[in-house]
């Protein structure tokens, strides 16, 4: 079978080898082909794009390999969203995902109910995120909290003035500290008061 692995360390001073040469007595152990080792250095976990990371992502759509190899899940992805879309991926590509040292292999029974497992709880924290600013926004409107992007106060009045003084609408909107789209709805509003157009 081919196999990519997959390294990342944190900082410039950390050595991969030592993920990478665990990942690879691994593949001999099983009699597996290494087709490309990917190493992200100085990169967080925490970052969904690392260039390693985005380049077998983007190789694993054109069938080079069968499975990846991880020393860890955190070397991988900190979060479990980023893990599940990965894994959803592989999946959909029948790319098996194996951490060693986690012994999670998605190409076993164990492996596939582990993926179902992190699968539903990934789900859960969604539906948990949902529901707490569901409720919080209903606890908003409760005390009378208005919602949404706040009103702008620039009058029709003050635009018209700025703007009969040769400002830019840019400028009318900086000093006003509201958007263009702002400025030309008041001068809209002005000029069909005073039964001119703008």
Request: proline fraction near 3%; include cysteine; glycine fraction near 6%.
């Amino acid at each position: 079978m081919n196999v990519a692995l997959y390294a990342r360390v944190s900082t410039g001073e950390q050595d991969p080898e030592v993920q990478l040469q665990a990942l690879r007595a691994h593949v001999a152990q099983r009699g597996w082909r290494i087709v490309e080792e990917f190493v992200d250095h100085g990169y967080s976990g925490a970052k969904d794009r690392r260039p390693a990371l985005d380049r077998l992502m983007k190789q694993a759509w054109s069938g080079g390999f069968q499975a990846v190899l991880v020393w860890r899940f955190d070397r991988f992805a900190r979060s479990v969203k980023h893990l599940m879309t990965a894994l959803e991926s592989f999946r959909a590509l029948k790319i098996d995902f194996i951490s060693l040292q986690e012994q999670f292999d998605t190409s076993t029974p164990i492996g596939q109910a582990m993926f179902t497992i992190i699968g539903a709880m990934a789900q859960l924290e969604r539906d948990i995120i949902r529901e707490r600013v569901k409720a919080g926004l209903d606890r908003a409107r409760a005390r009378g909290v208005r919602l949404g992007r706040p009103v702008a106060s620039a009058s029709p009045d003050e635009v018209a003035v700025l703007k009969q003084q040769g400002l830019s609408l840019q400028e009318i909107a900086k000093r006003l500290h509201c958007s263009r789209a702002t400025v030309k709805r008041r001068l809209r509003a002005s000029a069909f008061v005073a039964g001119v157009t703008p």
